[in-house]
């Protein structure tokens, strides 16, 4: 069967007008809040060298994955909420499938690293920098941007070889799999079921091993002392809480058959743009290290900041006051003796 459709109309959140309005300043302030505290992480652990550890290594990819993640579907649905027609080309549908489920598979991945680098840091201290050394990270941080690739390859090209003959109306904010298989001509049943073993499995087995891990990382708790425990027990429940906010939905979504729910709208708006503008909040208000080091860089741009507006007083001061000049009457004539 041939493709007849070449574009794609989003239905978005709403279609009352007030809610579409107040989607537009409440994912505008989100986006905002996203973008900066994401960027104010990486530039922090870029510009601290205290923050060399690996763990804060996955912690600067994991804000720029989330910016990138976000930047695929929030731009989009904050412009929808003023456009009466929320139209999107089916190559664009099809890039915006492939982008999304690129970074969010990623992001997947660089979650169930950061947890392996828990585990060793405080399972195997002695040895931790040993394995977890620069070459083991970058190795890491490949390996998840090839995982997150192969995954949203073969969810793009099922996707693209699906007969699209109309109606073109999607029960979405963005281009997902399960809204565009419920708009193919033709039975999606085989799809339906790879996409469960592609997507599904995927959240499915990482989210297992990030309990197992964190369940062992407790399990160690009991023979360190009270001092190293709390130290360990904030850092992991930061990592846990985040886990819980991103694969809980997730799992809601890609773990069953390729049937579509009115509530699949306001569980994807957790993954695709809550997580990612909490992930910042929640990393830097239980870790000192990280409020410490962005103190440090504050307190360093003041201080630049005043040594240049001194700096600038000072040469004012100086023109104005060094004019050594004298004069002399000669005549009807003054003249300037230096």
């Not at 195997?124 to 920098?129: C, E, G």
């Not at 419920?182 to 085989?190: E, I, N, S």
Request: aromatic residues 12%; glycine residues 4%; hydrophobic residues 50%.
């Amino acid at each position: 069967m041939e493709n007849n459709v070449t574009e794609f109309i989003f239905m978005g959140l709403s279609q009352n007008e007030k809610v579409q309005q107040l989607c537009f300043f409440l994912f505008l302030f989100f986006y905002m809040i996203l973008m900066t505290g994401n960027f104010l992480i990486i530039m922090t652990i870029q510009r601290s060298p205290n923050l060399n550890s690996p763990m804060y290594f996955f912690l600067s990819f994991l804000s720029f994955v989330d910016i990138c993640y976000s930047s695929v579907t929030a731009p989009k649905l904050i412009i929808d909420s003023q456009a009466k027609v929320k139209s999107i080309s089916f190559v664009g549908c099809m890039a915006q499938l492939f982008f999304c489920h690129l970074f969010g598979c990623t992001e997947i991945f660089i979650l169930t690293v950061m947890a392996y680098d828990r585990y060793v840091a405080i399972c195997k201290p002695l040895r931790y920098m040993t394995i977890m050394d620069r070459k083991v990270c970058s190795i890491l941080v490949v390996t998840c941007w090839l995982g997150g690739f192969v995954h949203s390859f073969i969810q793009t090209i099922l996707t693209v070889q699906l007969p699209f003959c109309g109606p073109n109306l999607i029960d979405h904010y963005f281009c997902d799999v399960h809204p565009l298989l419920k708009l193919a001509c033709t039975d999606t049943k085989v799809v339906g079921l790879i996409v469960i073993a592609n997507s599904g499995m995927i959240s499915l087995s990482c989210f297992v091993i990030l309990v197992g891990s964190y369940i062992v990382i407790l399990l160690s708790f009991k023979t360190r002392s009270s001092e190293g425990r709390r130290k360990a027990l904030s850092t992991c429940a930061s990592h846990i809480i985040v886990v819980i906010l991103f694969f809980v939905p997730c799992l809601f979504i890609y773990l069953r058959p390729s049937t579509t729910f009115t509530e699949d709208k306001m569980v994807a708006v957790f993954y695709t743009i809550i997580t990612p503008m909490l992930n910042p909040l929640i990393y830097t208000l239980r870790n000192m290290e990280v409020k410490n080091a962005m103190k440090r860089l504050w307190m360093e741009k003041l201080v630049v900041r005043n040594k240049r507006g001194s700096g600038a007083n000072l040469n004012g001061i100086g023109i104005a006051s060094v004019v050594p000049v004298s004069k002399r009457i000669a005549g009807n004539k003054s003249v300037i003796i230096p």
